[in-house]
């Protein structure tokens, strides 16, 4: 079964503590690898894509990796104002079908 | 700024009744989508299109419609057949259906009293 999971489910950090959020997928013939921010009430904000495995994406606190399972989104010395839930989704197969994770909430304390 | 407009943000509806939620885009995007988004799960497709007058049922179609008369327009009315709307709607767009990232709007959250 094509499957996207995401983890952990919820993250609290200190602001300056840095660690990575997991996307383990298992689908066929991947096409592609989204990373977005959501806000609390408000539509999802793209990040990075990845296509293939090795590729790295970065943008300001944020790096975005990819193996041929899993993708990591590193944050690096987080700051409040990255809390927010990031989700990854999943683009495979011929038809372009496109499967979210369920998302990893991440709080960052001052 | 070219984006995507969705309205109402905030709606309430009695069981029984009708509701369209409204997707406007000026991205010149060819494909629109709708999802639906529960607490504690992955987004969900519920329709998509490709070009004008042309959609396709995602995972969860059942007891929802819409329409695409116009290339920035993608409205979804959610019926009285849906058993459990309650729920955030996200409309999205792309370039193109085969590639690309989707862009979303700001969601639109129905309630059903």
């Known amino acids: 079964e094509d499957q996207v999971t995401q983890s952990p489910e919820a993250l609290r950090l200190q602001e300056g503590e840095s660690s990575s959020l997991n996307c383990s997928y298992t689908?066929?013939?991947?096409?592609?690898l989204f990373w977005y921010r959501q806000d609390p009430g408000k539509g999802p904000e793209f990040l990075f894509t990845?296509?293939?495995a090795g590729e790295e994406k970065e943008k300001e606190r944020l790096k975005a990796t990819l193996t041929k399972k899993e993708s990591f989104l590193h944050i690096t010395a987080p700051k409040p104002e990255d809390s927010a839930t990031y989700l990854c989704?999943?683009?495979?197969?011929?038809?372009?079908?496109?499967?979210f994770g369920q998302g990893t909430r991440l709080t960052i304390n001052p | 700024d070219g984006g995507i407009t969705q309205s109402p943000k905030y709606l309430f509806r009695k069981e029984g009744q009708n509701v369209t939620l409204s997707c406007e885009q000026n991205?010149?995007?060819?494909?629109m989508y709708w999802y639906r988004q529960d607490p504690g799960q992955g987004l969900r497709l519920i329709y998509y299109?490709?070009?004008?007058?042309?959609?396709q049922k995602g995972d969860i179609a059942e007891g929802y419609s819409v329409s695409r008369e116009k290339k920035e327009s993608f409205p979804l009315t959610v019926t009285s057949a849906q058993k459990n709307p309650t729920a955030f709607y996200l409309c999205?767009?792309?370039?193109?259906?085969?590639?690309?990232?989707?862009?979303f709007g700001e969601g639109s959250r129905l309630t059903v009293l």
């Open positions: 999205a767009s792309k370039f193109r259906l085969d590639g690309g990232e989707l862009f």
């Open positions: 689908v066929s013939g991947l096409r592609g």
């Open positions: 989704a999943v683009s495979f197969g011929g038809a372009q079908k496109l499967v």
């Open positions: 299109s490709q070009i004008v007058n042309d959609f």
């Open positions: 991205l010149n995007h060819d494909a």
């Open positions: 990845l296509y293939s």
